[in-house]
């Protein structure tokens, strides 16, 4: 049954009897790494062909030299797979130069293209407005011939940038701007990434990826919503090339997140500026960078879901991205305990040591629990103690009573205080009768408190983010004046040994704190936030 509005298309496409089997594409340029709303795209090309048992291509559209890299288009093919989707084939625009070319003569002697010698700027210029139409190139009435032998000596390289371009002879009064002739082939010397100097023109994108989705025998060619005036323009190329079956484009809406910017162009200069460690900085929206702040590719395939196919433009709360994160991590991540500002505890009535039974997730029936070693002397969060505590307040106070996570209940006694009056130590009572999991001392402590050994822990550096976009002070203010420096803390933490010894990049909820994937780096235990515990998403 069709979910969205592009799967009512191709249910349609399919009952009309116009094709038998699916083909999609996901289609970027690589000038860049993904970022999040390309998987929003991965997700509808590949899952709309996975779901209506076709294929989808990888197709690179590379007829941009100036701005396309091999180390990009092996990013991409990485983080494709990352987020677990296989392609059928792997296509690149260039592969089609020559037929596209071939096409491209095709109209010419069909008196559909002419070489026009107006400049960029003058062809901006007679473009008209959306109420007035433009105006007619002197060049438009060139003869077949002549147009040919201009167009073969473009090819050549007899002339210079911007010199002369290919355009299609359209309607310049057309109420669709993208219809006032537009420029299909342009003069470009540059080293291509995969052809190198064998061209020196280049076919535009809206020429270019009909010819190439029908080469690949796309039958639905699904973008974003920029590209609907477009279509009149994929047709044209589709019906005057005499295409059959045409290939379907249908648009659909982009993602887009409060405080991430989605944009290649802007997130180059994050990277180029030095704003972000780089691609794969944690705060970044990109999938390389998600994966690194250790986001499962299935959070991010499960968000994409839900946030549901629309032809609406939107912005979605960034706190709704993160709450599916948690939701995912909730269910999926083991729990530890590590103290990000340790306030030491001296338990006076205690000695020696033993093992307490932890529980690794308490949501799965059969993940069981592991031995944490309780002592004498133990770490717990500062903010977990008050000398001044506000009313009802649940945590440790002078005579006041909490549970120690999996262990004891204990009353704080005394607290030590250095000159300046901060407290260096709180001492303590245990009750040998309150053991977690036997507790017959009857004694009632409403918090409960993580904590680790101070014998058995270890150093930890705790690293935290914020979003690196600014909430915007009013709708469509810049970027630039949004960006959040200030994005990235640091502290020295104390954790469970059991942090040290799993593999590195597993993702634990560390309780009371987040979640938060291991690291290592110069020998050193690095925790970095996935994402808080705290849920600020306004449903
Ligand atoms: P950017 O503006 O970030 O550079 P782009 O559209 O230029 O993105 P492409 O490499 O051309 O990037 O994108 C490949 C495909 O992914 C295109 O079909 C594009 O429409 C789609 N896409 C890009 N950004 C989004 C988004 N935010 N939401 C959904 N689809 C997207
Ligand atoms: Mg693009």
């Not at 340029?29 to 048992?53: D, Q, R, V």
């Not at 809406?253 to 780089?278: D, F, I, P, Q």
């Not at 020295?492 to 942090?499: N, T």
């Amino acid at each position: 049954m069709a979910e969205n509005f592009i799967e009512q298309f191709i249910e349609d496409d399919l009952a009309a009897g116009k094709i038998s089997a699916i083909q999609t594409r996901f289609p970027p340029e690589p000038n860049g790494y993904l970022h999040i709303g390309h998987a929003k795209s991965m997700f509808i090309n590949f899952g709309t062909a996975e779901k209506y048992n076709g294929k989808c291509n990888l197709f690179f559209d590379d007829t941009n030299p100036s701005k396309e890299k091999t180390e990009f288009v092996d990013a991409i093919k990485r983080d494709i797979l990352w987020l677990g989707y296989k392609w059928e084939k792997e296509v690149y625009a260039s592969d089609f130069f020559d037929t596209i070319y071939a096409y491209a003569e095709k109209l010419i002697e069909d008196g559909k293209a002419f070489v026009c010698d107006l400049s960029p700027e003058e062809i901006k210029e007679t473009r008209g407005t959306l109420t007035e139409p433009g105006k007619e190139s002197p060049y438009r009435n060139r003869t077949v011939e002549e147009n040919l032998k201009l167009f073969r000596e473009m090819r050549a390289g007899n002339y210079a940038d911007g010199e002369k371009c290919l355009r299609a002879k359209i309607d310049m009064a057309s109420p669709n701007v993208n219809l006032r002739d537009p420029v299909i082939y342009r003069i470009l010397h540059a080293t291509h990434h995969r052809t190198g100097d064998k061209w020196c023109i280049y076919p535009m994108y809206d020429y270019a990826h009909p010819i190439c989705d029908y080469l690949q025998g796309v039958t639905h060619s699904l973008c974003t919503l920029e590209f609907e005036d477009h279509r009149p323009l994929y047709d044209w190329v589709g019906i005057n090339l005499g295409f059959s079956p045409k290939p379907r484009q249908i648009e659909f809406a982009r993602l887009n997140l409060t405080n991430l910017v989605m944009s290649k162009r802007y997130l180059k200069k994050l990277v180029e500026e030095g704003s972000v460690h780089g691609w794969d900085d944690p705060r970044m929206p990109t999938l390389a960078g998600l994966r690194n702040r250790g986001i499962p590719a299935e959070a991010i395939k499960d968000f994409c879901r839900r946030a549901g196919v629309t032809k609406a433009q939107s912005e979605c709360e960034i706190g709704y991205f993160e709450a599916v994160v948690r939701d995912y991590l909730n269910l999926h991540a083991p729990r530890a305990m590590a103290v990000v500002d340790p306030l030491k505890l001296t338990i006076t009535n205690y000695e020696g040591e033993e093992d307490t039974d932890f529980e690794i997730n308490q949501l799965l029936d059969d993940a069981g629990t592991r031995k944490i070693k309780f002592g004498r002397e133990i770490y717990i969060e500062r903010s977990d103690f008050s000398l001044d505590p506000p009313p009802k307040y649940h945590r440790l106070k002078l005579g006041g009573y909490c549970r120690l996570k999996s262990a004891y209940i204990i009353r704080a006694d005394e607290a030590v205080t250095d000159e300046e009056g901060n407290v260096t130590e709180v001492k303590c009572t245990y009750f040998p009768e309150s053991r977690s999991g036997n507790d017959t001392s009857g004694i009632k402590a409403k918090g409960v408190l993580h904590w680790v050994n101070v014998k058995t822990c270890v150093d930890a550096e705790v690293r935290q983010y914020d979003h690196l976009l600014r909430d915007a002070d009013y709708s469509g203010q810049d970027f630039s004046e949004r960006i959040n420096l200030d994005s990235e803390h640091i502290f020295h933490a104390k954790a469970e040994p059991y942090l040290a010894e799993a593999e590195k990049g597993t993702a634990f909820q560390l309780m009371r704190t987040g979640y938060y994937k291991t690291a290592e780096e110069d020998g050193k235990l690095i925790l970095s936030e996935i994402v808080s515990l705290k849920d600020n998403f306004n449903k």
